[in-house]
């Protein structure tokens, strides 16, 4: 099992920038790739950043620029850091840890998820 644990959400504003962490309960990042995701409401969640074990990051094209997702192999904590932040950035931001072998998923665990809202 794994446990995740984000932090650092709340209110900013429109232009401002906030960070987010999450933490994991154990050292899975040479296996495990790592997400974030988000979920406005009434919306699907999804895709916003990821990286995988060999360090490779990922982004949908609306974060492009603006998000940068990294890690801490110490701390065992992975972050987003968003910058330039919109209203339509506004939604729960989740982690997540995904293992896949031979492209099937085996393992995956979520995040209780961090409010982020953007707004004057």
């Known amino acids: 099992q794994v446990q995740l644990v984000e932090s650092g959400g709340g209110l900013v504003q429109p232009g401002g920038s906030v960070r987010l962490s999450c933490a994991a309960s154990?050292?899975?990042?040479?296996?495990?790739?790592m997400g974030w995701y988000r979920q406005a409401p009434g919306k699907q969640r999804e895709l916003v950043a990821k990286?995988?074990?060999?360090?490779?990051?990922t982004y949908t094209d609306y974060v492009k620029g603006r998000f940068t997702i990294s890690r801490d192999n110490a701390q065992n904590t992975v972050y987003l850091q968003m910058n330039s932040l919109k209203p339509e950035d506004t939604a729960v931001y989740y982690c997540n840890a995904q293992r896949r072998v031979l492209s099937q998923v085996v393992s995956d665990y979520w995040g209780q998820g961090t409010q982020v809202t953007v707004s004057s």
């Open positions: 154990r050292n899975i990042f040479s296996v495990y790739v």
């Open positions: 990286i995988t074990n060999g360090g490779t990051t």
